[in-house]
């Protein structure tokens, strides 16, 4: 039964100390002096050896912890409040943080308010909306694994660019590039929360500029940092080139197909009404998984319209130089990135599906399974069948828009 007001002001000391309990963990423990102690009670998983062969079912069992938290005293904290802080320490344990430890690393900093990590779990809790389940978890992870250890305690406006650099590098000496940046990125946006709550100067990541290893992609360089895909999106849509090339390559980023399947498209395939492209089997990478959908966003079929009335009456969206019975060339959209300043080693026609893998995994949170399936990947049901293509249709679609009204705004931004 839910304890009341009534019932908790009325509830007198004993011989011994007792509890009143509550719902989710909470209770009042009643002191024989008369005090009243808000307690939570909640359980961790406990850290363990590795299960291996042999090992029987009962110890193969993940096993808990108990803990209690203090949330303070009646009448000071209300049981509305109490109730409160329990609610928000039980969303914390449902996204893998525990309140307990989290707490203890604000306490153990005299200045815990501006602390990094005690602002960073902050600006966590605001991401759980945004983010799905999964991403919020690998970066809360990255945070302590990454950061935290040699961060956290260090008041914000303290930390240096040397000292930051310093905990990345570490990142970078177990070959772990990728992680380096992505964590100097959210380490940024971090700071600039900070900064908006008054707790930090500047975000001082803009000094680190070029200070790490560049991510090496291979033949799939893909630019995957959001500003510079601003960066990239600016000069897209600044290009001066033929018109042909210039439709191909503001639509590349929109719908992320292999390059080969892109500059082969053919006007039969598409349907503008609908706002859908539909790739036959025989042109796709995988031909045994089928035909492939693409949702068109609204400002992939405004680029269509665009290039149509140039190209329509021909069997190819983007036909070569050497007549329009040939799709162009392999390297079109390659040398127009060149042209663009974006050498090789930086951005390739495939990196766009990289680009729109990792942001919208990363930054946005989107659903892998929706990521996946639209970038033609072998994604399965949990019954072990392949999906067809109109799979997550309707989220594919809303999420193809979304992705575009991003860029937009990336493009829009200020440089």
């Not at 090992?55 to 303070?72: F, N, V």
């Not at 308010?113 to 991401?127: G, N």
């Not at 395939?269 to 042109?283: Q, T, V």
Request: glycine residues 8%; hydrophobic residues 40%.
């Amino acid at each position: 039964m839910a304890l009341t007001h009534t019932a908790i002001s009325k509830a007198a000391p004993k011989a011994k100390m007792y509890k009143m309990y509550d719902s989710g963990g909470l209770f009042l423990l009643v002191s024989p002096s008369g005090g009243k102690w808000w307690r939570m009670k909640y359980r961790v998983r406990a850290e363990g050896k590795a299960v291996g062969r042999g090992t029987s079912q009962e110890a193969a069992k993940p096993k808990y912890k108990e803990k209690l938290l203090s949330l303070g005293v009646f009448p000071e904290i209300s049981l509305k409040e109490a109730r409160e802080k329990r609610d928000e320490y039980r969303k914390k344990l449902a996204h893998g943080v525990d309140p307990g430890e989290n707490r203890k690393a604000a306490i153990n900093t005299e200045t815990a308010e501006d602390s990094f990590q005690v602002i960073a779990v902050e600006w966590l809790a605001k991401q759980v909306k945004v983010w799905e389940e999964v991403t919020y978890t690998k970066v809360v992870r990255m945070f302590e694994r990454d950061l935290y250890p040699w961060l956290g305690s260090r008041r914000m406006r303290e930390i240096t660019p040397y000292e930051l650099l310093q905990v990345l590098q570490r990142i970078e000496k177990r070959g772990a590039i990728e992680t380096a940046h992505r964590a100097s990125y959210k380490f940024g946006q971090v700071a600039r929360y900070a900064v908006a709550t008054a707790r930090a100067d500047r975000d001082i990541t803009a000094d680190l500029r070029g200070a790490l290893a560049p991510v090496n992609h291979g033949h799939l360089a893909a630019i995957t940092d959001p500003e510079q895909v601003g960066n990239l999106m600016r000069a897209i849509n600044d290009y001066h080139g033929g018109i042909i090339t210039r439709c191909a390559l503001r639509l590349a980023p929109l719908v992320f197909v292999r390059p080969g399947e892109l500059r082969k498209a053919e006007w039969a395939h598409f349907n503008l009404d609908k706002a859908e492209w539909n790739i036959p089997a025989r042109k796709m990478k995988m031909k045994d998984r089928g035909d492939h959908l693409v949702p068109l966003s609204k400002q992939a079929v405004a680029i269509l319209k665009e290039v149509k009335p140039v190209t329509g009456k021909g069997r190819f969206v983007f036909p070569g130089v050497r007549g329009d019975d040939r799709p162009m060339s392999e390297n079109t959209v390659l040398v127009a990135l060149r042209v663009l300043g974006f050498e090789k080693g930086i951005m390739t026609g495939h990196g766009f599906r990289a680009m729109a893998r990792t942001i919208m995994d990363e930054e946005m949170g989107i659903k892998q399974d929706y990521i996946e399936h639209q970038l033609a990947h072998a994604v399965r049901d949990p019954n072990g069948r392949a999906y067809n293509r109109t799979t997550h249709l309707a989220a594919r679609r809303e999420m193809m828009q979304q992705w575009a009204d991003y860029l937009d705004g990336l493009a829009n931004a200020k440089s």
